[in-house]
């Protein structure tokens, strides 16, 4: 069952911009991980971010975590068109269901504009 | 770098055929996963395994079957193929234990088309 929700859905933007993507989720989590994919392709782990962290960082990306509204924003900066791609958030939720309990959302559709 | 392959990049079959999506990785993984992807719907795990021979319905099993015989082999079948079948398939694998904070490694995708 799903448990994080992206939001916008879909994200234009002009290269060089800055792109950020949210997720909200429902129940409270172990940690949250955030993936790329590029059309026709699998997915890419981007930054996982644990529950007692509010920040984090990976070269142009940003994560932050808000466990009190539980919701996460991605940060794409400077973006480029390679950024082009569907970014899923995926949450381990607290108590863990199946598999390890990795729940996808449906994923933001981000394209980066030359 | 982690690898996970998957026998197919594009399959068409018909209708009532038994299918085999094959995925191997290399990297010793304890949990490999097999998802479906349809637009609007985001992905939704079919099966699971955590270990060989050990297997754990997901969300969707109806329809499918899987075989892990070999740690770095995990299988999904489909025991007689259905349009409503025609998918994206997504193999992933990772160290035990999400909740050790592991990443999912994905192959790339078969695009599976029942006729």
């Known amino acids: 069952s799903q448990q994080g929700e992206e939001d916008p859905q879909a994200l234009s933007i002009q290269e060089g911009e800055n792109a950020t993507m949210n997720c909200s989720y429902k129940?409270?989590?172990?940690?949250l991980q955030w993936y790329r994919q590029n059309s026709g392709r699998g997915l890419v782990h981007l930054i996982l971010?644990?529950?007692?962290?509010r920040e984090k960082h990976s070269g142009r990306l940003r994560v932050t975590l808000d466990t009190s509204k539980k919701s996460s924003s991605l940060l794409i900066t400077a973006s480029r068109a390679a950024d082009t791609a569907s970014y899923f958030c995926?949450?381990?939720?607290?108590?863990?269901?199946?598999?390890?309990?990795?729940?996808f959302g449906k994923g933001t559709h981000l394209i980066i504009q030359p | 770098d982690v690898k996970v392959t998957q026998s197919s990049r594009y399959l068409v079959k018909r209708t009532g055929e038994k299918v085999f999506l094959e995925c191997v990785q290399d990297?010793?993984?304890?949990?490999m996963f097999w998802y479906r992807q349809d637009p609007g719907l985001g992905l939704r795990l079919i099966y699971f395994?955590?270990?060989?021979?050990?297997?754990e319905k997901g969300d969707i099993p109806e329809g499918y079957s899987v075989s892990r015989e070999k740690k770095e082999r995990f299988s999904l079948i489909l025991e007689s193929a259905s349009t409503n079948q025609t998918s994206m398939y997504l193999c992933?694998?990772?160290?035990?234990?999400?909740?050790?904070?592991?990443?999912?490694?994905f192959g790339d995708g078969t695009r599976l088309s029942i006729l």
């Open positions: 129940t409270s989590i172990n940690n």
């Open positions: 990297m010793d993984h304890e949990n």
């Open positions: 995926a949450t381990v939720p607290v108590p863990l269901g199946g598999a390890d309990g990795l729940t």
């Open positions: 971010i644990r529950s007692n962290e």
């Open positions: 395994s955590y270990d060989v021979k050990m297997k």
């Open positions: 992933a694998s990772s160290l035990i234990g999400a909740v050790n904070n592991q990443p999912q490694h």
